[in-house]
């Protein structure tokens, strides 16, 4: 296994943390043909351990029955869009809820391969509670560094986890540097692994979250003509493809799929930087998006490049349509996903209209986390419920109100 840039190729020793030295690329783990193809053989079930081989670590990835998670043909909702074949792969059903928990198994079998005592992350919420959730199953230390203003359901997970978590303010909006420098000052000065769920701050995490398209692939199976992704900082949408070019290279698919990348209109680096033709994501100095996951200010130029080299294309949607699409999933597929999750699904009538996607594909949204974690939806339809009187004890009366 080899780390390299990928943009000048130069090496770099494993283990090194943050960009190239040389071109300020992002570094990339690289396996060599024989690690690759086990992919032929490698069966698809719970755990992601069985992969550990196209993993950057030595040590067991701990086990909580994260993976395998169902890849669903849309019931109703793709026919009603105008898709044929449009698939989910239902990520909030990993054991604390999100795609996240890929990369928490990763990044607790890293920190154990440092000889570290603990981690330390920054997030926005489903990378807290995936971290809390295991470091508890390995006894390792967690701490958060929590961007203030996040679902409180993510912070009472990671709290449940025996995390501390610590508010820091603006944790993000110093920028990817500072971001960077304030995790890796902490995790020096408490001898802790710098566990930041980023490509270009920690090169291996990314590589647990790969699993999902060897599943894909074995399940579907072969690849999808067209993977759709929410994105925020990148590394979902990159790990993907990095699996389906493994995919390839190990004779499992024929094909590559194109990534389609779905950003929120008012959190938009990605998007903005696609539709510029720009080589580089230029940071925002804001993110105004009330969609939590993918309201982030900067995305990895990894996944540009992945876009690019896959023939995708990056699309922005409202925020409205995404909680739309969320009432939508629950009611008419039997599927509960926090917003972000429906981002890739309100992007698919853009999609369609534009010609991106062609009616006849094999369209799979990634449904990237689970309704509980941000309910504020569900809770509203709830407090209206709970604020009307209660019928009367009378069948008449639930019948006449149940038909109003
Ligand atoms: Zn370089």
């Not at 390299?4 to 494993?14: F, S, T």
């Not at 990378?127 to 230390?141: F, I, K, N, Q």
Request: with cysteine; hydrophobic share 45%.
């Amino acid at each position: 296994m080899k780390l390299l840039c990928a943009d000048c190729r130069k090496e770099a020793a494993m283990g090194t943390l943050g960009r190239c030295g040389a071109c300020d690329g992002i570094l990339r783990p690289e396996y060599p043909d024989e690690v690759v193809a086990v992919l032929a053989t490698v069966a698809p079930g719970p755990g992601i351990d069985r992969y550990r081989p196209l993993f950057p670590v030595t040590a067991p990835l701990p086990f909580l029955g994260e993976g395998d998670t169902p890849l669903l043909p849309s019931a109703r909702l793709g026919r009603t869009l105008g898709l044929e074949r449009l698939l989910f792969k239902n990520e909030g059903l990993n054991p604390s809820g999100a795609f996240k928990d890929r990369a928490g198994a990763t990044m607790v079998a890293l920190a154990l391969d440092a000889g570290a005592k603990g981690l330390v992350t920054v997030s926005s919420g489903n990378t807290a509670t995936a971290a809390a959730t295991y470091c508890a199953a390995a006894g390792l230390r967690c701490l958060i560094l929590l961007e203030p203003g996040n679902p409180p359901a993510k912070l009472r997970q990671a709290l449940a986890m025996g995390a501390k978590v610590l508010p820091v303010e603006g944790v993000y909006a110093h920028g990817p540097d500072g971001t960077r420098d304030i995790i890796f000052g902490v995790a020096e000065g408490l001898g802790y692994y710098p566990a930041f769920v980023w490509a270009p701050v920690n090169p291996y995490i990314l590589e647990g979250i790969k699993s999902v398209s060897y599943e894909i692939a074995a399940r579907l199976p072969g690849a999808p003509d067209v993977l759709v992704c929410p994105v925020g900082g990148g590394d979902m949408l990159t790990a993907q493809w990095r699996g389906y070019l493994e995919l390839q290279r190990a004779g499992v698919i024929d094909r590559l799929p194109r990534m389609v990348g779905v950003q929120s209109v008012a959190a938009p680096p990605l998007l903005e930087a696609f539709r510029n033709g720009d080589a580089r994501v230029t940071p925002l100095p804001y993110a105004r998006s009330r969609i939590s996951g993918i309201n982030v200010p900067f995305t990895g130029e990894h996944a540009l490049a992945a876009v690019r080299a896959s023939g995708g294309v990056v699309a922005g949607i409202a925020d409205e349509d995404a909680f739309e699409i969320q009432r939508r999933l629950g009611a008419e597929e039997g599927i509960w996903v926090e917003p972000a999750s429906a981002a890739p699904v309100a992007a698919l009538p853009g999609l369609l209209a534009e010609g991106h996607i062609g009616s006849h594909e094999t369209v799979v949204c990634l449904l990237s986390g689970a309704g509980f974690k941000d309910a504020l939806l569900a809770a509203d339809m709830a407090d209206a419920v709970s604020a009307r009187p209660p019928l009367p004890f009378d069948v008449e009366a639930v019948v006449s109100a149940a038909l109003a």
